[in-house]
């Protein structure tokens, strides 16, 4: 018996409309938790085929599938704090993009995001951050200098900085998906989530045709 050959990963563009169609349905409080039955797990059982990387805080109110409306198999997440880079969140990242064949990576912000508030306080103080989490302090330090250069003082204003400087090292890091956006195969989006409206909005775009 000859095995199916999977469908081809919508663009860019698609892709990034069925995201914003999904967090539309879950803002209007109507969503269609796509994907998530006994025959979804059953179809997915012998491989996945996500459409989209997700790199997101590990902020426990950013659940990627939830905001987007999606199911299993559907996103490639990668979480980790103030969605800092790290070699293994690259290669993860790769791994996507690279051999998943997913299309679109998409950089999750938010508002009131504690590493970011932690470098924030970093930068007033001086303080040194104890333990591991001064790593992602130190992350996030050059998108908190930025913004103060750029005169930047609100939360949301630092937020979106943050969120355009790690588009900016992800593909300044990754040649491999460097390459891929060059070509015109992938595209990164960055946005931010905003907790109590439950809303993302686009921020930066590299190699997408934004929806109408």
Do not use: W
């Not at 892709?15 to 803002?27: D, I, Q």
């Not at 990242?93 to 912000?109: D, K, P, Q, S």
């Amino acid at each position: 018996m000859a095995i199916p050959t999977p469908p081809a990963a919508p663009s860019p563009t698609e892709t990034l409309e069925l995201l914003l169609a999904g967090n539309r349905r879950f803002v209007d409080g109507a969503p269609k938790h796509p994907n998530q039955d006994a025959a979804r797990r059953a179809h997915l059982a012998p491989a996945q085929t996500p459409f989209a990387v997700l790199l997101g805080c590990s902020d426990s109110r950013l659940a990627a599938e939830i905001i987007f409306d999606q199911g299993l198999g559907d996103l490639f997440v990668v979480r980790t704090a103030g969605h800092v880079l790290g070699a293994e969140v690259l290669g993860s990242i790769e791994y996507g993009t690279g051999v998943l064949g997913c299309r679109l990576v998409v950089v999750l912000g938010h508002d009131s995001c504690g590493a970011v508030a932690a470098a924030r306080l970093a930068v007033k103080e001086g303080l040194p951050t104890s333990g591991y989490v001064r790593d992602v302090v130190e992350r996030v330090t050059p998108s908190v200098l930025a913004a103060r250069a750029a005169g930047l003082e609100r939360d949301g204003d630092i937020i979106d900085e943050h969120v355009r400087h790690t588009v900016d090292v992800l593909l300044d890091r990754s040649r491999v998906l460097a390459d891929l956006v060059e070509a015109e195969h992938a595209a990164v989006v960055g946005m931010s989530y905003q907790l109590a409206e439950g809303s993302a909005r686009i921020v930066t775009t590299r190699g997408v045709t934004l929806p109408a």
